[in-house]
């Protein structure tokens, strides 16, 4: 048998060039043709809370002019990566309130395989305290979440005694004390960068990924220039300071949002006079806590494993993975473990690792980069144009809190999907004997509202039982049990889903509500069947109709008390019929 040859016979000819060119009017064409009617911009354009309406497909033209496209990694404006080479350091969160515990959980988990270790909570009482909490992690990078001015000023005393060989980091915000910033900024300890812009507070108040980076860029901008007018050079001042990024789960966004601060970051740094070499980002992710869920807690593995993709493709500098269950209770070993070895498969066996930038080329991941830069600058120039981050306090509080709304109204009705919570809710799941009430409420997270119908019904102890009666047309009695499992599921009820073939086995049933699940024109014969049956042997159970037929009106006066359909908000709705039913703790 004859050796395979598997040469490709060089050439210089560009590949595919037997192919004629295609132009986006033929392609719209051929899209249009296959929609049959249907409306392009409401089928296939996707329309973001930033105001970006993204569209089904890019192609080389729509990111002509972009005058950045070409920068290597580690190349100013640093949009496609902060260095050349590819990588992140992975982050573990340490929360124990005492230093000794605190220490050893992170010495094990570096053993473990972090890379750095970030440390909250934990109560410094003196200098000793730090030496205590930082025995043994000479050699790893550690960050230090929220120190307040007692313990930066020992850290301070510390450090000047004990000089640190790698990156010590800390969230201490350089514009909420500016004496305490510029004492900081001028004690000049080698490897420690103090001062954290952090926009992933920012993210927990609402706004949208483009507000991020223009209020982020915004509190960058006015810490340069409160440091510059005390007498720090920028360029000082620009290595000192960190930006702390969430990464929550619009992936694509997520991924461009850490590509467009670095561009308007270093163009903001350059203005300052700032050295090219000098204007780089360093950026300090986390997996976002606001959309965690106490419900179905083991899909909250899987949006922190797109959400440290997310980062790494968007050239986080480090990230750290809550653990799953960090929502509702403290952390086990076990969950800072999945968490922890979640980065080191997606480092070790995924190899992500490997490339740096490896979302540069895509058309479509280029142009969300540049519109984001684009409304994050402009963001910019509003904020200074009310005298600054801090001057503009109020209106940024108050355009987050209309992005909050929009966003939580999204996830009442459904449009944003919160899979186990809002949609495909697993209504025997009982999370009232795990979770710890303070962790539950703070921090603000998206599904809250929803969380609390289900643990109002877990707390009133039966639960109430639904009957969804399938009856008639195949199709539609089918389609409508489905969708009305998964509203009444979001409220824990106990849903029975059986089909009948008359009403006199309807009548046999227990139940708290009956839902009729039919097609529209049969409902009237139905209800008008069903309802005087259940009065005739003594039962006031309430009927309900699945779905939104032309002739509400006439089966109300039948006795139909209420309908379930796409338009219904399940929020309002099932708090309605728990009080009903008399789920009120």
Same mark, same amino acid.
């Given at each position: 048998?004859?050796?395979?040859?598997?040469?490709?016979? %060089?050439?210089?000819?560009?590949?595919?060039?037997?192919?004629?060119?295609?132009?986006?009017?033929?392609?719209?064409?051929?899209?249009?043709?296959?929609?049959?009617?249907?409306?392009?911009?409401?089928?296939?354009?996707?329309?973001?809370?930033?105001?970006?309406?993204?569209?089904?497909?890019?192609?080389?033209?729509?990111?002509?002019?972009?005058?950045?496209?070409?920068?290597?990694?580690?190349?100013?404006?640093?949009?496609?990566?902060?260095?050349?080479?590819?990588?992140?350091?992975?982050?573990?969160?340490?929360?124990?309130?005492?230093?000794?515990?605190?220490?050893?959980?992170?010495?094990?988990?570096?053993?473990?395989?972090?890379?750095?270790?970030?440390?909250?909570?934990?109560?410094?009482?003196? #200098?000793?305290?730090?030496?205590?909490?930082?025995?043994?992690?000479?050699?790893?990078?550690?960050?230090?979440?929220?120190?307040?001015?007692?313990?930066?000023?020992?850290?301070?005393?510390?450090?000047?005694?004990?000089?640190?060989?790698?990156?010590?980091?800390?969230?201490?915000?350089?514009?909420?004390?500016?004496?305490?910033?510029?004492?900081?900024?001028?004690?000049?300890?080698?490897?420690?960068?103090?001062?954290?812009?952090?926009?992933?507070? *920012?993210?927990?108040?609402?706004?949208?990924?483009?507000?991020?980076?223009?209020?982020?860029?915004?509190?960058?901008? =006015?810490?340069?220039?409160?440091?510059?007018?005390?007498?720090?050079?920028?360029?000082?001042?620009?290595?000192?300071?960190?930006?702390?990024?969430?990464?929550?789960?619009?992936?694509?966004?997520?991924?461009?949002?850490?590509?467009?601060?670095?561009?308007?970051?270093?163009?903001?740094?350059?203005?300052?006079?700032?050295?090219?070499?000098?204007?780089?980002?360093? *950026?300090?992710?986390?997996?976002?806590?606001?959309?965690?869920?106490?419900?179905?807690?083991?899909?909250?593995?899987?949006?922190?494993?797109?959400?440290?993709?997310?980062?790494?493709?968007?050239?986080?500098?480090?990230?750290?993975?809550?653990?799953?269950?960090?929502?509702?209770?403290?952390? =086990?070993?076990?969950?800072?473990?999945?968490?922890?070895?979640?980065? *080191?498969?997606?480092?070790?066996?995924?190899?992500?690792?490997?490339?740096? $930038?490896?979302?540069?080329?895509?058309?479509?991941?280029?142009?969300?980069?540049?519109?984001?830069?684009?409304?994050?600058?402009?963001?910019?120039?509003?904020?200074?144009?009310?005298?600054?981050?801090?001057?503009?306090?109020?209106?940024? %509080?108050?355009?987050?809190?209309?992005?909050?709304?929009?966003?939580?109204?999204?996830?009442?009705?459904?449009?944003?999907?919160?899979?186990?919570?809002?949609?495909?809710?697993?209504?025997?799941?009982?999370?009232?004997?795990?979770?710890?009430?303070?962790?539950?409420?703070?921090?603000?997270?998206?599904?809250?509202?929803?969380?609390?119908?289900?643990?109002?019904?877990?707390?009133?102890?039966?639960?109430?039982?639904?009957?969804?009666?399938?009856?008639?047309?195949?199709?539609?009695?089918?389609?409508?049990? %489905?969708?009305?499992?998964?509203?009444?599921?979001?409220?824990?009820?106990?849903?029975?889903?059986?089909?009948?073939?008359?009403?006199?086995?309807?009548?046999?049933?227990?139940? =708290?509500?009956?839902?009729?699940?039919?097609?529209?024109?049969?409902?009237?014969?139905?209800?008008?069947?069903?309802?005087?049956?259940?009065?005739?042997?003594?039962?006031?159970?309430?009927?309900?109709?699945?779905?939104?037929?032309?002739? %509400?009106?006439?089966?109300?006066?039948?006795?139909?008390?209420?309908?379930?359909?796409?338009?219904?908000?399940?929020?309002? #709705?099932?708090? $309605?019929?728990?009080?009903?039913?008399?789920?009120?703790?």
């Amino acid at each position: 048998m004859p050796e395979a040859s598997f040469a490709v016979k %060089a050439t210089s000819e560009p590949l595919f060039q037997e192919f004629s060119p295609v132009t986006s009017a033929q392609w719209d064409a051929v899209i249009t043709k296959d929609l049959k009617g249907a409306d392009y911009e409401k089928k296939l354009v996707w329309k973001v809370p930033s105001g970006m309406a993204v569209r089904p497909y890019y192609r080389r033209e729509d990111i002509a002019g972009f005058d950045w496209l070409k920068a290597a990694p580690g190349a100013f404006p640093y949009v496609r990566g902060a260095k050349a080479e590819p990588g992140w350091t992975i982050r573990e969160s340490i929360d124990f309130t005492d230093p000794i515990p605190a220490n050893k959980a992170a010495l094990a988990a570096v053993a473990a395989g972090a890379e750095e270790i970030a440390f909250g909570r934990v109560a410094i009482g003196s #200098v000793n305290d730090i030496g205590l909490l930082l025995n043994g992690l000479d050699k790893v990078p550690v960050h230090l979440i929220c120190p307040g001015d007692k313990l930066m000023r020992r850290l301070l005393q510390y450090l000047s005694k004990n000089p640190r060989k790698v990156k010590l980091t800390s969230t201490l915000d350089p514009l909420l004390d500016l004496d305490l910033s510029e004492e900081t900024a001028k004690a000049n300890h080698p490897n420690f960068f103090p001062f954290m812009i952090d926009a992933a507070r *920012i993210e927990e108040s609402g706004p949208t990924t483009a507000e991020q980076v223009g209020f982020a860029l915004a509190a960058g901008i =006015d810490y340069l220039d409160a440091m510059a007018r005390r007498g720090i050079e920028p360029e000082r001042a620009a290595s000192l300071v960190e930006f702390g990024f969430t990464v929550a789960s619009n992936f694509f966004f997520e991924i461009s949002k850490l590509r467009a601060f670095r561009m308007v970051w270093a163009r903001a740094a350059e203005s300052f006079g700032i050295p090219a070499g000098k204007c780089r980002a360093a *950026i300090a992710t986390r997996t976002s806590r606001w959309n965690k869920t106490i419900y179905d807690p083991h899909v909250n593995v899987l949006r922190a494993t797109t959400e440290a993709m997310a980062a790494i493709i968007g050239g986080a500098s480090s990230i750290c993975i809550y653990p799953f269950n960090a929502c509702y209770q403290r952390p =086990d070993e076990d969950s800072r473990r999945l968490a922890r070895n979640t980065q *080191i498969m997606l480092k070790n066996e995924a190899m992500l690792g490997r490339v740096a $930038d490896p979302g540069g080329g895509s058309y479509a991941l280029e142009s969300i980069t540049e519109f984001q830069a684009c409304q994050g600058w402009k963001i910019m120039q509003e904020i200074e144009a009310r005298g600054g981050y801090r001057k503009a306090a109020d209106w940024i %509080a108050e355009r987050t809190a209309k992005s909050m709304s929009d966003r939580e109204e999204r996830i009442a009705s459904r449009k944003r999907v919160f899979v186990g919570t809002n949609m495909y809710a697993n209504a025997q799941e009982r999370a009232l004997g795990r979770i710890e009430p303070a962790r539950v409420v703070n921090p603000r997270r998206g599904t809250i509202a929803y969380e609390a119908l289900r643990l109002r019904t877990e707390r009133h102890g039966q639960a109430p039982h639904i009957l969804l009666a399938e009856m008639g047309d195949p199709k539609m009695r089918a389609a409508r049990a %489905a969708f009305c499992t998964n509203f009444f599921a979001c409220a824990g009820f106990d849903i029975v889903s059986k089909r009948f073939n008359s009403i006199i086995d309807i009548l046999a049933e227990k139940a =708290d509500v009956i839902v009729l699940c039919s097609s529209d024109p049969e409902y009237a014969s139905l209800a008008a069947e069903l309802i005087p049956a259940l009065r005739d042997i003594g039962l006031s159970t309430p009927v309900v109709v699945a779905g939104s037929p032309e002739n %509400a009106e006439e089966l109300k006066t039948l006795g139909v008390t209420d309908f379930i359909h796409v338009r219904s908000n399940p929020l309002e #709705v099932l708090a $309605d019929w728990q009080q009903w039913l008399g789920v009120r703790r």
